[in-house]
């Protein structure tokens, strides 16, 4: 894969305002997305996911909006706390098992 | 229940040394999964298994091998380790095929001087 870069794009939130962050997917055929949250030094941690004949999906204060015309998925975090700080990255799945990573987005959030 | 078990935690490697690196978990999952994760870049999928004693090449397999010959563990292999294999491993496992949600375990930060 190509790198995209040294520096994760950043979105920084104050306490209990929402979070909305950002995903471009490459694969017009993909059929499954899922949200991961990675906090520093940990492992990446399923948030929620969503299938590719769904447009949204709710979970626990988080939201996947998913716009096939333009490529696009979306998590919006209600009530953004000091705990959400961490990397988000989306993931799209294609032939059945087939994976591919976004970089991720550092959100931090500010008491 | 531990869930996704990594050992080593670190290592120091020197280039040309081998080393192998073990994934275990004790959710019965049919699926495991072995990724590198670089500054910057999204996981990269290095090789894979669906079930016990069989694997398949991910997006990045070159200069790793792997076994699963039980079906909790799923070691992966360095022959001849080189500086562009430092990295952060994560081992990664799912129930079944079709079951996309994966359980990571904590990674393994290996450094190739």
């Known amino acids: 894969g190509e790198s995209v870069g040294l520096h994760l794009p950043t979105l920084s939130v104050q306490e209990g305002d929402n979070s909305i962050i950002n995903c471009a997917y490459s694969n017009s055929a993909s059929d499954y997305f899922i949200w991961y949250k990675q906090e520093s030094g940990k492992g990446p941690q399923f948030i929620i996911d969503i299938r590719s004949n769904m447009d949204k999906r709710q979970g626990q204060r988080v939201t996947v909006l998913l716009n096939k015309t333009v490529k696009h998925l979306s998590l919006q975090i209600a009530a953004t706390q000091p705990g959400d700080s961490a990397v988000y990255f989306c993931a799209e799945v294609y032939n059945n098992n087939d994976m591919r990573f976004g970089a991720g987005t550092r959100l931090t959030v500010k008491p | 229940n531990a869930g996704v078990t990594q050992t080593p935690k670190f290592r120091v490697l020197k280039t040309g040394q081998s080393m192998t690196l073990l994934c275990a978990q004790d959710?019965?999952?049919?699926?495991m999964y072995w990724y590198r994760q670089d500054p910057g870049m999204g996981l990269r999928l290095i090789h894979y298994s669906v079930g016990e004693g069989t694997t398949a090449k991910g997006e990045v397999p070159d200069g790793y091998n792997v076994s699963r010959l039980k079906k909790q563990n799923f070691l992966l292999g360095l022959e001849s380790a080189a500086p562009s294999q430092t990295s952060v491993y994560f081992c990664?496992?799912?129930?079944?095929?079709?079951?996309?949600?994966?359980?990571f375990g904590p990674g393994t930060r290996l450094t190739v001087t």
């Open positions: 959710m019965n999952h049919e699926y």
């Open positions: 990664a496992s799912s129930l079944q095929f079709g079951s996309y949600e994966q359980y």
